[in-house]
């Protein structure tokens, strides 16, 4: 898992149909500084984020778990938000 | 999941025979801002994405789990045409 900060949004109208209705973000991963590292991904959204907010996610298949009952084909996974940035303690 | 653009084509004839039918593409890893990066990657065509479109490529396992896809040997599918992305 990785933090990042979500810094915009995806619009696809043609989708495959497993990814009807999910909302997806562009995010930032950060290093323990919160500094930016490494380029933006396309996430998708498990927890109701944000633009802005900083959040976690989580890589590979485990990232469509969070659907479970239905495929999702996703590999890059908003799963947790993070009350605020002082609640990252280095 | 990435953001590509779509390139070119590939044909194969002789492939797994639970690949019949797919669409196998030439993609492109981009920015966000659209300006290009270096690599490809071959991608199976899930949502008919046509040539120069920006498409959203799932990558690794997850690339099964797209509809139309359970049980294929892929390891990278295109699963959507992305109409806008905003970044702030």
Redesign the interface.
Known sequence: MQLARV?????????????EGRK?L?VQTLDRNLESTG??????DAVGAG??ELVFWCR??E??FPFKRE??????TIIGIVDSEQHVTR | ???ARILGTVVSTQKDERLLGKKLLIVRPI??DGSD?TGYVVAVD????GFHERV?V??????????G??DVPVDA?I??????????
């Open positions: 810094i915009g949004t995806v619009v696809a109208t043609i989708k495959n149909d497993s990814l997806l562009v380029k933006p991904m396309v996430a998708v633009v802005g590979g298949k990232a469509s495929d999702t084909p996703t590999d890059c | 999941m990435i953001i920015n966000v990066t899930t949502v008919g994405a959203l799932v990558a690794g396992s997850s690339a099964r789990l797209a509809q896809m359970k599918a699963v959507g045409v992305i109409d806008t992305v905003d970044v702030q």
